[in-house]
């Protein structure tokens, strides 16, 4: 029943910005911790950054901090990060996803995530 979507992806050149979205439906959303992952070809998938349910704490991987913005509209479902200074190495598949309790994400819940490419 949770229904997680990703959109926003695309091909963009190494310094340039994109944000993503994540719509969220079959949970309430206020809840629930976000967080955002990505997965390169032949790579595993990665952590890259989340935010807690009232939005006022959030989490990035060492890579993406200072780059990345991770924020939420709970009135919308609607998670978001927005990207900047893009270069080649973010290019991957963008996941988000809501936690499942015992301290992983929920299983059932990732999606077809949204192509994120970025050119030299």
């Known amino acids: 029943q949770v229904q997680l979507v990703e959109s926003g992806g695309g091909t963009v050149q190494a310094g340039d910005s994109l944000r993503l979205f994540c719509a969220a439906s079959g949970l309430t959303f206020s809840s629930y911790a976000v967080g955002w992952f990505r997965q390169a070809p032949g790579k595993e998938r990665g952590f890259v950054a989340a935010i807690s349910r009232s939005g006022d704490k959030t989490y990035y991987a060492d890579s993406v901090k200072g780059r990345f913005t991770i924020s939420r509209d709970n009135t919308k479902g609607t998670a978001y990060l927005q990207m900047n200074s893009l270069t080649p190495e973010e290019t991957a598949v963008y996941y988000c996803?809501?936690?499942?309790?015992?301290?992983?994400?929920?299983?059932?819940?990732w999606g077809q995530g949204t192509q994120v490419t970025v050119s030299s």
């Open positions: 996803n809501v936690p499942a309790g015992g301290g992983f994400w929920r299983p059932t819940s």
